[in-house]
């Protein structure tokens, strides 16, 4: 089955600009040097499922004209990928049921205490995201496609990547255990987390990400959860052809 993956952002938690910062980077002309915090979209057969509800997801989902979203699935519950969630409402409005939210469990209590308002509050005159959280500890399925988590290590927390078909998203992690490396090989595209050169407790650097890379040889790698320290342009001319930087707004068709 055709599907296409929307990058919606491609940034590090703090974005790209980031706020107050005098740098070449932040003050770049490229649009791909404006980098919204991160999340992919993948949609096949009708459906649309996203992974991460940014802080940025009212602007993405504008951007991309965004008109439904099916389901939503979690990497993890830090701030940068869940804070968009009451973004979700207009989307919620006018379905048959809730916007299921699919997480781990330890991140679903998260998430559900963090939102406790949209998710415990009775509240009468509407204005909630009408939204349902859902545990998931292993691979699911939705809309006849396996979505399958990956374990990989966030500094000491272990979080998710996904992958489903030919395609595997990794944005979060600092390093990846043998056995999902296992699990992540015949790609035909990987995203993988490469904040930038300097080393960092719970991200991986493009030095780290090109080593992975190696390893999994993926037709196409995409690194993504970039921070400031790297310039679209000069960075990819550094990286070999089948290695480069997402950027927001980037479209990839593949096989799921
Ligand atoms: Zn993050
Ligand atoms: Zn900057
Ligand atoms: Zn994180």
Redesign the pocket.
């Known amino acids: 089955m055709k599907a296409t993956l929307t990058v919606l952002g491609s940034g590090t938690?703090m974005g790209v600009p980031t706020i107050g910062c005098d740098c070449d980077v932040c003050h770049s002309s490229d649009p791909r040097d404006r980098r919204s915090r991160p999340s992919v979209m993948v949609e096949y057969d009708g459906n649309c499922v996203l992974i991460d509800t940014t802080p940025d997801f009212r602007e993405q989902a504008l951007r991309e004209n965004i008109r439904k979203i099916d389901t939503v699935i979690y990497t993890?519950a830090?701030a940068?990928?869940v804070l968009g969630l009451d973004d979700l409402r207009p989307l919620s409005h006018h379905r048959p049921n809730k916007i299921p939210l699919y997480a781990k469990p330890e991140h679903a209590a998260v998430i559900r205490s963090m939102f406790s308002y949209a998710f415990d509050a009775v509240y009468k005159f509407g204005g909630l995201p009408q939204v349902e959280l859902k545990e998931m500890d292993g691979p699911v399925n939705l809309f006849g496609v396996t979505f399958e988590p990956v374990s990989v290590l966030?500094g000491d927390a272990e979080?998710w990547g996904f992958r489903f078909g030919s395609a595997a998203y990794l944005t979060?992690f600092s390093e990846i255990p043998e056995r999902s490396i296992q699990r992540l090989q015949g790609l035909d595209i990987v995203f993988l987390d490469a904040l930038r050169h300097k080393p960092h407790p719970?991200h991986s650097t493009v030095e780290n990400s090109l080593k992975i890379a190696e390893r999994l040889q993926a037709k196409r790698t995409f690194f993504t959860h970039i921070c400031h320290d790297l310039p679209h342009e000069e960075t990819n001319q550094n990286l070999p052809p089948q290695v480069q930087l997402a950027y927001d707004g980037l479209k990839l068709e593949f096989e799921l």
Do not use: F
């Open positions: 938690s993890h830090h940068d990928h966030h979080v979060d719970t």
